[in-house]
Nanobody, 115 residues
Framework: QVQLVESGGGLAQAGGSLRLSCAAS????????MGWYRQAPGKQRAVVAL???????RYADSVEGRFTIVRGNARNTAYLQMNNLTPEDTAVYYC?????????WGQGTQVTVSS
């Protein structure tokens, strides 16, 4: 059973930066698809950034140019570098992974951006 553990959320001021981490355990396979979703109060969960294989990146329009997703040196780890944060980025951020047709989610980490 794959488990995803996130860390790195917290409080930031507008224009500031935060870095989220996600580590997957419970499998010896390489997870090809990892990424981040977020859910703001009263809104549906939405994709933020996806990493396909080692280097193919996809971003939501709202974060393009501000957020960067990268794989970590350790197997099945990923990081989301969030720069130039705005209050609209306030949400619970969930790590996401797909392996062998099964989708996995982390427990979520709160990101709050104050104006």
């Amino acid at each position: 059973q794959v488990q995803l553990v996130e860390s790195g959320g917290g409080l930031a001021q507008a224009g500031g930066s935060l870095r989220l981490s996600c580590a997957a355990s419970g499998t010896s396979s390489v997870i090809n698809l990892m990424g981040w979703y977020r859910q703001a109060p009263g809104k549906q969960r939405a994709v933020v950034a996806l990493l396909l294989g080692p280097t193919v990146e996809r971003y939501a329009d709202s974060v393009e140019g501000r957020f960067t997703i990268v794989r970590g040196n350790a197997r099945n780890t990923a990081y989301l570098q969030m720069n130039n944060l705005t209050p609209e980025d306030t949400a619970v951020y969930y790590c996401h992974a797909q392996l062998d047709g099964v989708t996995y989610w982390g427990q979520g980490t709160q990101v709050t951006v104050s104006s």
